[in-house]
């Protein structure tokens, strides 16, 4: 992979298949025989040959209506998951928000947490302590910090999940429809460090159906249609074709 290029995506594709819940009684295997028959040929096409390049620096914003790919796209390149067929190959240190409070355990306390979390993330204890004032200070969790994260509410969740990814110092960050829970407040200074991560140079791919971000933010969108790449570049263009669509 050229130095340049910090995600690459080739021919990915991505299905899921369907389960459906067992007949028990008789009527139930009545009625659901045809189903049964037809099980082999229940499979989700989620994404279909999407092929990507994303340089070091740039800010990219995955498009599209609820179903689109985008959620799954975003999961391939963190490899949660794994393509059917095709590759991503990711260039540099990758830190995510896809889920509120991924990694992290109800029953301890924000501080706890903070440590699981940004171990997961590849930092050491020490490079933890080192940093955990300013995630515990960014987040603006106060006391809160030495509660269980049980009792937090989601915009609680949202302020240390995205404190602790924004301290790892990773050179490439992935955010799925995180900056859309929280207070006002809050989301406008998770932007501002965004702005800030990005004139840094990081490469961030945010997934997100608010067209004000998109058009503050990123220097690109690509458009997902039905698990294709409908359009992909200058984000006054996309939005364009895209809100054609939409309306």
């Keep these: 992979m050229e130095k340049n290029i910090a995600i690459k995506v080739s021919h990915v594709y991505k299905d899921f298949k369907l389960y459906y819940d067992k007949a028990h009684t008789l009527k139930e295997k ?100 080192e940093k955990i004032d300013d995630i515990i200070e960014f987040s603006e969790l106060g006391d809160f910090i030495d509660n269980p994260v049980r009792t937090y509410s989601s915009g609680m969740y949202m302020r240390l999940a995205f404190s602790v990814a924004i301290n790892v110092q990773a050179e490439i960050l992935l955010i799925d429809e995180i900056l859309a829970v929280g207070d006002q407040h809050f989301q406008e200074k998770c932007f501002n460090k965004l702005i800030e991560l990005k004139k840094s140079g990081k490469t961030i791919v945010i997934v997100t159906h608010s067209m004000d971000q998109v058009k503050r933010f990123c220097d690109r969108a690509v458009w997902l249609y039905k698990g294709e790449v409908r359009m992909d570049g200058n984000v006054s263009e996309v939005l364009e074709e895209y809100l054609k669509v939409c309306r």
Excluded: C, Q, W
Excluded at 49 to 76: P, R, W
């Design 30 to 129: 009545i009625l659901f025989f045809s189903k049964k028959n037809k099980e082999k040929d229940d499979i989700l096409h989620v994404l279909k040959d999407i092929n990507l390049e994303i340089e070091k620096g740039e800010s990219v914003a995955l498009i599209g209506t609820n179903g689109s790919g985008k959620s799954t796209l975003l999961k391939l390149m963190t490899k949660i998951i794994y393509p059917n067929k095709g590759k991503i190959t990711t260039n540099g240190k990758l830190t995510s928000l896809l889920e509120l409070g991924a990694g992290f355990h109800d029953d301890f306390t924000g501080r706890e947490n903070i440590y699981f979390n940004a171990s997961i993330f590849g930092l050491t204890r020490k490079e933890i302590e």
